[in-house]
């Protein structure tokens, strides 16, 4: 059952054009993987299917109602979006932060609930940052940082979770914690989540499908084992010398230089 | 303690500190007055009701609005140096309010002061030309924003000289008086009207605290979370430029109040802006009062101009969180 879609969506800043007619389908409970090389558009789609732009051509449509007929509060407890990197400038707490993915679910002139505040704990919780709550964000690691933003996110209790390189600034050991908290939650509660990465080691393992872009458009689509293959990235990343092999029944992607 | 208790106590503790200082400020003066004068005596009770109260409400309305504009533009440009006197709005106000007192300060518009609405307008546009030099794509240029405003101060300030060379003499003493910043003030009519414009405008950024909470941790996030965050935008530029302009057009530029009070209360009471914004209002009426009291009467008989002595306190203090690069990664 298709949750969250593109339907040919087209997207340009000013005249640099940067999606071409775009369809992508996310399945309930799934997890998809958005790869390819920088700059080809993706973080672009993703706020697409966030609803924070609009497309000028073609709709993105929750459940099948377009994303743009549904308000923006509501909208907001339907699809929760995780940005690249975001540092704050002024010392929130950690908890602070997480607590306003309650947002959308409060009246603005109330403060967050105690309900909301045990959901926003558990969110913390889910990413194993519980121990950061109290502290400031200003004062925590890149990494760190991440795991809040996730927590945040996991908090607006939203149908459809979009990841824009969660692990891209996280060592081994937080990438491997992210990845498991994740693959938990949707074992535990039905998580749909789309993830845009660099990090192809990861993908097959824990992926039902994945979508390869270049130069703002879909070039190849499936399960793991037929996108992760030599011909494909090859084709997707432009760069011949794109290699995989298997090792425990993963597989790896690397470039051979 | 929970941010909602936190809220009332604050609100409560600063009420309490805002009354003392509001009793304090009313009881003193070059002609001490006291409760028996103010019954017979008729000059102590010209001082009192003509000068001393209208004076005093002055500062209220200009602390408050200045101490609130300038939290809501730290969390929206998400600079902790923002203020109206930092980027320039305030000089943009103070042009156009020049601009109407070369003209003749009594003229008026469909009942609106001409003063009102030309330093709202320099405000406006002067905010605006901020905006668009500082903003690169979702993020402020935090050292353009601040260049920016330097400038456009300086800009306004030739053009305040300019003014006041080509108007008349006592125009021109008149604008050099108001341009230090000063809430010297006779009846209380003045006052009455400008709270009509403030009151509005000072509503609306009240309204937006809550956008402007999630806009001061990140616009993206603040958007995929429901927030119209364009409209917050122009809402807030709207309302401060008003603000502001209204406060500057009666008591000039007055500099840092809206840096010192958001300061004082973030250090104490957090970084919620819900917090942060009602309880800056509140602080700055206090600290504006025992400002201007201390200004009125630390000389005996003449007085020191208030927007010197704010600016003395403040501009060491903006030094001070420039050095503080390590809290405020952004700088």
Known sequence: MTILASDGVSYSYGVLPVLHDVSLTIARGSFTGLIGPNGCGKSTLLRLLTGILLPQRGRVLYEGRPLESIPRRERATLVAYVPQQQRSVFPFTALEVVLTGRTPYGSRFRFESEADRKVAMRALDDVGASHLAPRPVTELSGGEQQMVSVARALAQSAGVLLLDEPAASLD???????????????????????????DLQMLDSS????????????VAQGPPSDVLREDVLAGAFDDSRVRTGRIGGRTFVWSEW | MRPARRLVWALLALSGILAIVVAFALSTGYQSITWQELQTNETARTIFFRLRIPRVLLAILVGASLSTVGSALQALFRNPLAEPFTLGVSGGGALGASVAIALGFGASLGGVPLVFLTAFAGALLFVAIVYRLASSGPVFLPGALLLSGVVLNLIAGAGVLLIQFLTDYTRALQILRW??????????????????FLLPGLLLLLYSTRDLHLIAMDEESAAALGVDVRRVERTVYAASSLVVGVAVAVAGPIGFVGLIVPHAVRLTLGEDLRIVIPCSMLLGAGFLVAADTFARTILGASELPVGAVTALAGGPLFLVLLARKTRYAAI
Not at chain 2, 179 to 196: N, P, S
């Open chain 1, 172 to 198: 081994l050991k937080h990438r491997a914690q992210l990845g498991a908290a994740l693959r938990r939650l949707r074992v535990e509660r039905g998580l749909t989540a789309l993830v845009v990465t660099h």
């Open chain 1, 207 to 218: 992926f039902d499908a994945l979508f390869a872009m270049r130069e703002g458009r879909i």
């Open chain 2, 179 to 196: 341009m230090v910043g000063t809430l010297d003030v006779v009846g209380i009519d003045l006052v009455w009207r400008m709270a009509l």
